[in-house]
């Protein structure tokens, strides 16, 4: 397996951090971004017809799958450009400890896959609470601890996470550049 270290950068955290904002302002101002595989996954069954209750019936099959389409992403993606993506291939990894689900077979898709992120930006919770509505599943207690997962899986894997402040987007982009131009 050979190692790959793409000039991409992760932007991850719990449910509702203001993540995907950040993304879709960063795509909008002409950035690269990838889109985040769990929405994509969950946006693409509920059209077929399946409710957010059916999706998430079976998390073991559901990370699954949004590991499949985060991979399915990366594969697809140049190396050589700078992409901002909306979460990382690990970040299902920390899915699977908060439901208690066996995650060494997508831990070795990982390590096959030989990509190393240059940037984890892990967002700050925002102060507002969680409301359970549309694709979100989590209650704030449940958020703050997958919060605290996400961190762990990352950090386990060599990374350092740069924690994003709580702070207008635009101040979070330009955070996040900073961090990217050095």
């Not at 993304?23 to 950035?31: P, V």
């Not at 330009?174 to 050095?182: R, S």
Request: with cysteine; charged share 30%.
């Amino acid at each position: 397996m050979s190692i790959r270290k793409p000039d991409w950068h992760v932007c991850t955290g719990g449910p509702c951090v203001g993540k995907t904002t950040t993304i879709i302002e960063f795509a909008e101002a002409g950035y690269k971004t990838g889109i985040e595989p769990g929405t994509d996954y969950i946006l693409a069954e509920t059209a077929a017809g399946k409710t957010l209750e059916q999706i998430c019936s079976n998390q073991r099959a559901l990370q699954r799958a949004i590991f499949a389409r985060g991979l399915t992403r990366e594969k697809t993606l140049s190396e050589q450009d700078t992409m901002i993506l909306d979460r990382g291939l690990l970040d299902p990894l920390a899915y699977c400890r908060f439901y208690g689900i066996d995650d060494s077979s997508i831990r070795e898709e990982i390590e096959q896959s030989g990509i190393q992120y240059r940037n984890i930006f892990l967002f700050e919770r925002l102060k507002l609470p969680i409301e359970k509505a549309g694709l979100r599943i989590e209650n704030d207690r449940e958020a703050k601890e997958l919060d605290r997962l996400l961190k762990d899986v990352y950090t386990e894997a060599g990374y350092k996470p740069i924690q994003v402040p709580r702070m207008s987007v635009r101040e979070r982009m330009d955070f996040i550049l900073i961090h990217i131009k050095q």
